[in-house]
């Protein structure tokens, strides 16, 4: 395809990017360089790089920065490798009933969020399933502290998302051509080295776009928080990038300090993202 023609096919979803992604960035740049709360909102104060200033030197930033971090390095890979291993089980079931499996395993993924996440927090209620279960095995009630609002968090973000990489990969495996599996039984291959020697390879390219789009999702990570912390209770020290930027401007009224970090916070998710950018950008001119 020629350059120009490309220009002339892509050019209204750039200018429709550029709209609802460029100029608000810049807006949010600009805002976070003036003093802003409820009160003054008409009539904003420019403090320059301060907001910015605040943003870096606050404790509770770079605490829900950690989070968010231990957040993604957990929960990501654990979506993908379940998600890769329940596609490669789909794969061997009879077609009859495959459907029947792909419906029970999206359901988390097609619940309203704050829904699912209440089903989710009942579990572990008082007079929850789980929490009967806890209490039967080990003798001891179930508390929240610290440490287990956190991991219930992680292991919401795995049962929720965890259908998004399945179908993908199981999409994925639906274009395998057979007659290479076949030609690997035939050479004596048994089932594990066809995975790493043919499916893998395969599914590089998907598996790039899954922990692309993984990685942005666990950065904004919001309702599970505010359900399972029980309105961003801050005993828990359970917030995250998204959770305090919205503390920040709602509870606390800084409306430019909350500008300042959602600018912040772009920069830091596009560090993330850019070298997984260039890899996928770099296959894909491979496979032309």
Excluded: C
């Amino acid at each position: 395809m020629k350059r120009s023609t490309f220009f002339r096919f892509s050019a209204p979803s750039i200018f429709l990017m550029t709209v609802l992604m460029v100029i608000p960035l810049i807006m949010a740049i600009w805002l976070g360089m003036q003093f802003i709360t409820f009160n003054n909102i008409n009539d904003p104060e420019f403090v320059g790089l301060k907001n910015y200033v605040d943003v870096l030197s606050d404790g509770r930033f770079w605490q829900a920065a950690r989070f968010t971090t231990i957040y993604t390095a957990i929960v990501v890979p654990l979506r993908m490798v379940l998600g890769l291993a329940v596609a490669l089980m789909l794969d061997q079931v009879s077609k009859a009933v495959r459907g029947v499996y792909l419906s029970f395993f999206l359901l988390p993924f097609i619940i309203v969020p704050v829904v699912g996440t209440l089903m989710f927090k009942q579990l572990f209620d008082s007079s929850g399933l789980v929490t009967w279960v806890y209490q039967t095995i080990f003798d001891t009630r179930l508390r929240y502290n610290e440490t287990t609002v956190k991991t219930l968090i992680m292991l919401h973000g795995v049962w929720y998302v965890t259908p998004f990489a399945l179908v993908t990969y199981f999409a994925g495996l639906q274009t395998l051509p057979s007659d290479l599996l076949e030609a690997a039984s035939i050479d004596g291959a048994n089932w594990w080295q066809k995975v790493r020697g043919i499916v893998l390879p395969h599914l590089r390219s998907l598996t790039i776009f899954i922990l692309l789009v993984s990685i942005m999702d666990s950065y904004r990570i919001f309702d599970s928080i505010f359900v399972l912390t029980n309105n961003l209770n801050p005993i828990f020290k359970a917030d995250t990038l998204m959770t305090y930027n919205f503390a920040t401007a709602i509870q606390f009224q800084r409306l430019g300090k909350g500008n300042a970090m959602a600018v912040l916070t772009v920069i830091g998710i596009m560090i993330v993202l850019i070298p997984n950018l260039i890899q996928s950008y770099r296959e894909q001119m491979e496979e032309r």
